[in-house]
């Protein structure tokens, strides 16, 4: 029996339910593909965003003292890691959804053609297996329905979710990395203000010193991250 026969003999419940099966599986497969992209470009872009941010957020605490220096600096860091975070999770409940209601909705579907095969073979007084067989096979068909549909959505809930882990990894490392240097920046103001005699030793070697560990900070920073997939 090819498909046109079975929409044939189908009824208004099986149409409806083969509709929306068809819409979440085009919703799944366009937000998947999308949520994947995005993350990807949010993996390889997050650590650099990170550093910019809190780079433009220094020009505003000049003057301030190491407390009112490291709470800003904090709360500039969560700040943005959860709008990183908000950003990565968009779309997922989307997946989410449609990989748990999809096999739920494929098995209504077939209860309901069952059910609707019978009723037939119980109007028509015939029982035999040629008449049961056939209706039962058909309604079988939205089962498998539903599990294409959820299978995909799996796969893209679950990849998009390592991607995810990965994007909140490299944004935490970086944020204890600028934590720990604007900490250093604070004790170096403070010796500078309270010893104005090794003031131009100080302002003397960061030229060197900076880009040398710029470099080692760089270098050490590539090592830690993992591989993309």
Known sequence: MDFMQYWQISDMVTKTLFFLLLALSILSWVTGIVRVLQSRKLATNVADDLSQQLQAKQSDLAGTDAATRRLVTEQTLLKHIGRYRFASERGLPILGTTAAIAPF????GTVWGIFHALHNIGMSGQAGLGQVAGPVGEALIMTGLGIAVAIPAVVFYNLAVRINRRIMYQANDRAHDLLAQSTGLVDTTKVTASN???????????????????????????NSVPKQL
Not at 105 to 108: A, K, R, S, T
Not at 202 to 213: G, L, N
């Open 196 to 222: 104005p005699a090794s003031a131009s030793q100080v302002h003397a070697a960061p030229s060197s010193r900076s880009i040398t560990s710029e470099t080692q900070h760089t270098s050490n920073y590539s």
């Open 105 to 108: 909705i494929g098995l209504f």
